[in-house]
RNA sequence: GCCUGGAUGGCGGAAUUGGUAGACGCAAGGGACUUAAAAUCCCUCGGUCGCAAGGCCAUGCCGGUUCGAUUCCGGCUCCAGGCACCA
């Protein structure tokens, strides 16, 4: 008997797939003939951190799981793999270790294929997408010029952490508690000039699309909307004690207006100094604006509501002419609705809260909804739609990202690069040490250009792109990977769009998601595409922990792919991470659970090679006469494909593997009956094409070991038969009063009437029924019979 | 704080639409084979009471709906993801 050794023949098969290029898609013909049905299956492409990690593996192993049986399937599947590599991390990497960023990216990225084939993921490799290269982010540029020119790109004052020592601009995570991660200085807020995209304007649009989208997840669906957060409510004018000025707020609950017994502003309102210059709060407001200055927006909206300071002034209540106090505190927001607020402490907790804290009067007015509209009628309110959705800022003040193709002129102003100079390179060879602004401002030949429109002298933007924009678009890339005159031929992302399944991280559920629906959208009415919604089902995965943590370097509980790998195999890798748990939940790493696994492996390995060994004798000694067939046998079987087949649709892989294992413990259990060595061939089959996508490399060993010579992943996914599914008989539960007593079994025909009578005269049950009154008899076909008595 | 999820044996999980709670696997204990070990194979395995038959309890906590609730509803607790410059 062979040995199963997967590091001898997983590389095997490995450098054979690689070599027949064997799960390139060619280009589809155009026009596409009408009976070819495509399937494209997307996983989100990583970061070239230099290593995979196991929420790689995770993530990787689900789309191969789903690519290979939608091969079977008989679909023409699509399944690419890119880089998202522009980014933080390179940036860093060049500071930390005095390399250049495109030089460390590609060391990163040859490291990561290599693991990623070491994985057997069935990849068209020709298609691969790498965003920091010049032939991408030139499209990155010029999609960015279509929204320029669509007026969806436009320059605003916005803040950035900014790190007085260091002089340079701190991501947010680069100021974690307010302090900067290098030197711990106290993080500032730096207004800058910086580019936006106006993702406000498609609000309503993907706020409806959201119905559209009946294959995604209800709670990310969930998410999106909130996020978009559409609140219909009304602006209403207070007027002040102060003569002739007012006060504008937003609520979406007028019919509270009786019950308003103060007023909030943000601390930044503009409206704060008019009112307090040169009284004796201004003081007193300044020490507060002070305070919250240095909160980040997450500390802000964190806020409980206690903090604030009064400002002297009052208001009228429109509704009942009371005067109110005027108060600022962090808990209202500048940047949504108008900065101001009308505080209800009777229906709303936070307004209660800070009332409590700061002694406010509370009022049970009742509500009225007639108010709004009456208020509206006198010209002091307006209806008016919210959203919380707030623009985009892509501008980063970094080196390591797609420069945005803009140049100022003193003459001309602002001048779009036109499209025949893109792409605007990254200059190279530049010194990073994480001080003093942006790297790229460095290269004067880099700022100093002409002016595209007069030809005089200008500099370029130097900001680069947020690395969302580059990952927004990849998907329609690799549908056309090698164009050189475009960024995609409309045709061929007509033909594969949209994604049919999407698979990757639920911390994307937001950001990445949102943005993708937005450029899809912008890109349909530009006429490049012709979907808006470019992903029609969406898997989101959970993530991969060990004792309980998420797997870090700083926890010390990162578990290396490669070791895996190394010791059991990346079909062993494969098979336990997708056997340890549903896949959009977390999956805790177990060591002893992969070599259970392996334990699995190497019993369908047994099973079939002994079988390959021992079936032509056995046969032998059974005359031709005596085969017969196995009911239980074929019933098991088909019972399998039916299970497998229905739990991968459903992307319940941990559950399809359990029946796998259930028909091999099975096989053992029959293993040297006559029906068994009669049918072996048939039913090991059946069952490597089953296991074969999750674990391509030694089904395929077995698959030629017994006797067959193309490959088993061009077979045709197995069709099981209703009938042979069909049990005999069929186990019906007895409870009396909900409480199981007894099961039976009957005949799978056995009529209500007959079940319900053995019901009745069970013995078991009829201890418990004895001397009481029978209410009444619940009976669910082919499951219980409930007995309820009094 | 806000938004979205989650919680089932010693552990990972199963129960697809309200109908046998614990499939499958891991760990543990016992046994077989072996000079021995590894590997492999067989048995036991939620708690509790009982010699047994069997009973009772049990799906984070409290309550509700129902003949029947892991599943539906209300109220909590704890954990995780996101919160716009990590990707």
Not at 97 to 112: F, G, H, K, L, Y
Not at 122 to 136: A, G, L, M, N, Q
Not at 452 to 463: I, L
Not at 543 to 553: E, H, L, Q, T, Y
Request: aromatic share 10%; proline share 6%; net charge neutral.
């Amino acid at each position: 008997m062979t040995e199963y050794l997967p590091s001898q023949l997983e590389p095997k098969w490995q450098a054979e797939w690689d070599k027949n290029n064997a799960y390139h898609i060619p280009d589809p013909q155009i026009p596409q003939s009408p009976d070819s049905h495509k399937y494209y299956a997307l996983v989100m492409f990583p970061y070239p951190s230099g290593n995979l990690h196991m929420g790689h593996v995770r993530n990787y192993a689900i789309g191969d799981v789903v690519a290979r049986f939608k091969r079977m399937q008989g679909f023409d599947v699509l399944h690419p793999i890119g880089w998202d590599s522009f980014g933080m991390p390179a940036e860093n990497a060049a500071i930390a270790r005095n390399v250049q960023p495109d030089e460390w990216t590609s060391q990163c990225i040859a490291r990561m294929t290599e693991q990623l084939k070491r994985l057997g993921i069935s990849y068209d490799w020709d298609r691969e997408v790498t965003t920091c290269k010049e032939d991408y982010y030139k499209w990155t540029q010029w999609l960015f010029l279509k929204f320029f020119n669509k007026g969806l790109a436009y320059r605003k004052q916005a803040t950035v952490n900014w790190c007085p020592t260091c002089q340079t601009v701190l991501a947010n995570e680069q100021a974690k508690e307010d302090k900067c991660w290098r030197c711990g200085t106290q993080v500032d807020e730096k207004p800058l000039e910086q580019w936006f995209l106006k993702i406000t304007q498609y609000a309503d649009r993907l706020l409806q699309d959201i119905d559209k989208l009946s294959g995604w997840p209800e709670s990310v669906k969930t998410m999106q909307r909130n996020w978009i957060g559409k609140s219909e409510g009304l602006e209403i004018k207070f007027k002040l004690k102060t003569p002739n000025t007012e006060l504008i707020i937003y609520t979406t609950r007028p019919d509270t207006v009786f019950g308003v017994t103060y007023m909030v502003m943000a601390p930044e309102h503009p409206m704060v100094d008019e009112l307090t210059r040169g009284t004796e709060f201004e003081t007193g407001v300044k020490a507060f604006r002070e305070k919250v200055k240095h909160e980040t927006q997450n500390e802000r909206a964190e806020s409980t509501g206690k903090e604030g300071a009064f400002i002297g002034a009052y208001a009228i209540n429109p509704a009942n002419n009371e005067e109110i106090p005027i108060w600022i505190s962090d808990y209202v927001l500048m940047n949504y609705g108008t900065g101001a607020v009308m505080a209800v402490p009777m229906h709303d907790e936070r307004d209660a809260e800070f009332a409590k804290v700061h002694n406010l009067p509370v009022s049970d007015a009742p509500l009225s909804n007639e108010i709004g509209a009456e208020l509206v009628k006198r010209g002091i309110a307006k209806w008016k739609t919210n959203f919380k959705l707030r623009d985009w800022l892509i501008s980063r003040q970094r080196y390591w990202g797609a420069p945005i193709p803009i140049v100022y002129c003193d003459k001309c102003g602002t001048v779009p690069v036109p499209e025949k100079d893109l792409p605007v390179r990254l200059p190279k060879n530049i010194k990073f040490t994480g001080t003093g602004g942006s790297p790229i401002k460095q290269a004067l030949d880099f700022v100093n250009t002409t002016c595209p429109k007069c030809g005089g002298p200008a500099k370029r933007e130097t900001d680069t792109m947020d690395t969302f924009i580059c990952s927004s678009w990849y998907f329609y890339r690799y549908c056309d990977a090698k164009n050189a005159s475009a960024p995609f031929a409309k045709d061929k992302v007509d033909h594969w769009m949209p994604v049919d399944q999407y698979i990757g991280g639920i911390e994307h559920a937001i950001l990445h998601l949102l943005y993708s629906r937005f450029f899809a959208k912008v890109l349909k009415d530009e006429g490049l595409i012709s979907t808006d919604e470019p992903f029609t089902n969406l898997l989101t995965q959970g993530m991969v922990v060990k004792d309980g943590a998420k797997m870090s370097k700083s926890k010390g509980n990162v578990v290396d792919p490669d070791l895996i790998i190394e010791k059991y195999g990346a079909d062993t890798a494969r098979l336990f991470i997708l056997f340890a748990a549903p896949p959009e939940k977390e999956l805790e790493w177990s060591d002893k659970g992969v070599e259970g696994s392996y334990r699995f492996l190497n019993r369908v390995w047994r099973l079939a090679t002994e079988n390959i060994q021992e079936t032509s004798d056995k046969i032998q000694e059974n005359t031709k006469s005596q085969i017969q067939r196995s009911k239980p046998l074929e019933r098991k079987l088909h019972q399998t494909i039916k299970a497998v087949t229905e739990d991968i649709e459903r992307f319940s892989f941990n559950t399809a593997i359990a029946r796998m294992m259930e028909l091999t413990n099975y096989l053992y259990e029959i293993k040297d009956d006559v029906s068994f060595i009669h049918h072996s061939d048939f039913v090991l089959r059946h069952l490597l094409i089953l296991l074969s996508p999750f674990a391509p490399h030694m089904t395929e060993e077995l698959w030629q070991m017994l006797g067959n010579k193309d490959s088993i992943h061009k077979q045709p996914w197995p069709k099981f038969d209703p009938e042979l599914v069909k049990e005999d008989e069929i186990t019906i539960v007895i409870q009396v009063n909900g409480k199981l007593r007894d099961s039976i079994l009957v005949s799978a025909n056995a009529s209500e009437e007959e079940i319900k009578q053995k019901a009745l005269a069970n013995e078991k049950a009829k201890a418990f029924i004895d001397g009481k009154e029978i209410v009444k008899t619940i009976l669910v076909p082919k499951k219980l019979v409930n007995i309820v008595v009094k």
